[in-house]
């Protein structure tokens, strides 16, 4: 949406904005690294120590955290905080928001 002062509104999905393919898994993917990340610095756990947790490789727990996180499924980073000791929970329920389309959240 234009305005007269010359930028754009954007949606809530700026990976939508910039037309990347997918662009409600990636944002989900996105917030779901955003947590583990937040969660291994609050820990100060180091990423060799993240990589053993998760049964990955150091170097792709570090692309993973610099945002190429395309070879992780969204299960896959729901597992990762699961074994950083997160209750995961999954809630459907019908959209009731007339202004917005359903959607994907993280919380």
Do not use: C, W
């Not at 910039?18 to 996105?30: C, N, T």
């Not at 947590?35 to 170097?59: H, N, S, Y």
């Not at 699961?82 to 389309?101: E, F, M, S, Y």
């Amino acid at each position: 949406m234009s305005n007269r002062k010359g930028y754009e509104t954007g949606s809530r999905n700026v990976f939508k904005d910039i037309g990347v393919p997918h662009a409600e898994e990636h944002l989900v993917k996105a917030q779901l690294v955003f947590k583990i990340d937040t969660i291994m610095k609050d820990r100060g756990l180091k990423q060799v120590e993240a990589a053993e947790l998760f049964g990955v490789r150091q170097p792709d727990v570090s692309k993973m955290l610099r945002g190429d996180f395309r070879q992780f499924s969204v299960e896959r980073l729901l597992r990762f905080l699961v074994a950083l000791d997160q209750d995961v929970k999954i809630v459907v329920k019908p959209h009731r928001d007339t202004r917005n389309a359903a959607a994907l959240q993280v919380f």
